[in-house]
């Protein structure tokens, strides 16, 4: 299924998987600082209210940023409850929990906009990046959540990204090194059963 950001369900409490790809399956990473722009734009737009950009942001020194994003934390709670992701080099992926009314929605319009813009004026192009509509799926349980944290983690490895598990569990732009303890992002709230990557998983809805 299929929905516009304006037709994203609020349903605030439960939990979704949410996946898009870039237009025409072209790369929408190409190198370090591309991951790392995006990750770093999630966790600036995981929170509810930010009175300026990100490119606003980005211009700040590192001093600034974090005395920035510390009065985020301190004014401002996260519009989604960031459970898990995966960058990939034409795709993305989250595992999101709704926590205000079309806070996954916001944050898609918001993420989305924000790193096509700095795609485009880097690489010199025009025109859309992702697909205007995003995929969602509503997860039932959080039995079900660990089988599609399993499915988003494993992603590297089942696309020919990464070749072994142990590079798998090396892949820095999905939240697995996260899980596995190699690395404690701020915006992710790791669920208590760690799920670990199977090669191979199936996910079904």
């Known amino acids: 299924m299929f929905m516009p950001y304006r037709k994203f369900p609020p349903d605030v409490g439960n939990f979704y998987h949410i996946f898009n790809r870039s237009i025409g399956r072209q790369s929408i990473f190409t190198c ?3 991951y790392q722009r995006a990750l770093e734009t999630l966790n600036f737009y995981s929170f509810a209210k930010t009175p300026q950009r990100f490119s606003y942001f980005n211009k700040l020194t590192l001093p600034e940023k974090i005395k920035f994003l510390e009065s985020l934390k301190q004014n401002s709670g996260r ?3 960031t459970l898990a992701f995966c960058f990939m080099p034409n795709h993305i992926h989250f595992a999101f929990k709704e926590i205000r009314e079309n806070g996954i929605a916001t944050f898609m319009r918001k993420f989305q906009n924000s ?3 700095y795609f485009n004026i880097k690489y010199e192009r025009a025109g859309a990046l992702f697909q205007s509509m995003f995929r969602v799926e509503r997860i039932l349980d ?3 959540l660990g089988h599609v944290i399993q499915y988003i983690h494993s992603n590297p490895i089942k696309s020919g990204i ?3 598990e142990k590079d798998l569990e090396h ?3 999905s939240s697995l090194v996260d899980y596995l303890g190699k690395r404690n992002l701020s ?3 790791k ?4 799920p670990i990557p199977t090669p191979g998983v199936q996910y079904l809805p």
């Open 162 to 164: 990464v070749k072994t």
């Open 187 to 189: 915006f992710l709230n």
């Open 171 to 173: 892949y820095e732009w």
């Open 142 to 144: 959080e039995e079900n």
């Open 191 to 194: 669920i208590s059963n760690k």
């Open 79 to 81: 519009q989604v409850d």
């Open 32 to 34: 370090y600082r591309d």
């Open 115 to 117: 790193y096509a813009k």
